[in-house]
């Protein structure tokens, strides 16, 4: 009786896993993974995560998270092929594309000008630089000018530095931005949370999400240089298209929108359009 019963739980448990795949199988896109090249095909897509962008990309108990995690197992399933993920922090991401140990960074990458030297980018949302302080600190931020003087917390190596940087040249040439950079997103948020720093900048999205989260932060009363933010490849790879193809389809049935109103982002920012950015098509 237990050998029979052994087996019969085999046999359901085959039948499970065959549903599985056959359910997933009804969501490939048959053209989007055709024009895959053989390589993806058959080993799949290494997929390095930022680990430290809530609601993006993030850890939380060990287990790898966030919007554009689910967006990218939703891409997989498209492209009927497996994706393999990676969380890690941000600066190395870019380096290990170009060295091929990933194939696609989800984490968030602002598009910017130096950026298209390397990589080519599907765009997720459009994204601006927000700034968030301690609730109930002497700070009116109306405006870029309004930063002037006052020490701003960044992550190392985000394009909110870059445009700051030039912010701070432009307009402070009296009282500099005090820009401090720290190797994670954290590490930035304490550092205002703790006192030792003023200002965060980072994504306004992201930072709407910490102030609501925690409730100990408000935000300006303005946003900086909206641009398109998503996700990097190596330039001309064919992943590239496919991406934008996947992203498309979830578009048009709506489970694009679906997954940003799970993770409550799906207000300003969001796209009607897949593209694919590069440094020869800078505005598509």
């Known amino acids: 009786m237990i050998g029979t019963l052994g087996k019969t739980l085999a046999c359901a448990a085959g039948l499970l896993v065959a549903l599985a795949t056959a359910a997933q199988a009804a969501n490939v896109d048959k053209a989007l993974h055709d024009a895959l090249p053989a390589n993806y095909q058959s080993k799949g897509v290494a997929v390095a995560a930022f680990n430290d962008w809530p609601p993006d990309e993030f850890v939380e108990n060990g287990e790898l998270k966030g919007w554009s995690i689910d967006m990218a197992k939703a891409m997989s399933e498209r492209l ?11 600066d190395v991401i870019i380096p290990g594309l170009a060295s091929k140990r990933y194939d696609a960074g989800f984490s968030s990458f602002g598009v910017t000008p130096e950026r ?22 002497p700070l009116t931020l109306k405006e870029e000018k309004d930063l002037c003087g006052h ?3 960044l992550l190392t190596g985000a394009w909110d530095l870059q445009y700051l940087t030039k912010v701070s040249a432009e307009l402070c040439a009296d009282k500099p931005i005090d820009l401090q ?38 935000m300006a009363g303005f946003i900086s240089n909206a641009v398109f933010n998503g996700i ?21 049935d709506g489970s694009y929108k679906a997954i940003m109103a799970k993770w409550g982002v799906d207000g300003a920012g969001m796209l009607d359009k897949a593209v694919l950015i590069t440094k020869d098509n800078p505005n598509p």
């Open 80 to 90: 009927g092929v497996p994706f393999s993920f990676e969380a890690t922090s941000f």
């Open 116 to 137: 298209l030297e390397v990589l080519d980018f599907v765009p997720q949302r459009k994204e601006g630089t927000g700034y968030a302080f301690l609730k109930g600190k």
């Open 151 to 153: 020490s701003v917390a």
């Open 181 to 218: 950079q720290f190797t994670t997103q954290n590490a930035a948020e304490l550092a205002v949370s703790s006192g030792r720093v003023e200002i965060v900048a980072a994504g306004s999205a992201k930072l709407a999400y910490l102030a609501k989260q925690t409730g100990k932060f408000e």
């Open 232 to 252: 990097g490849v190596r330039k001309g790879d064919a992943l590239g298209p496919a991406l934008k193809g996947a992203l498309q389809a979830m578009i048009d």
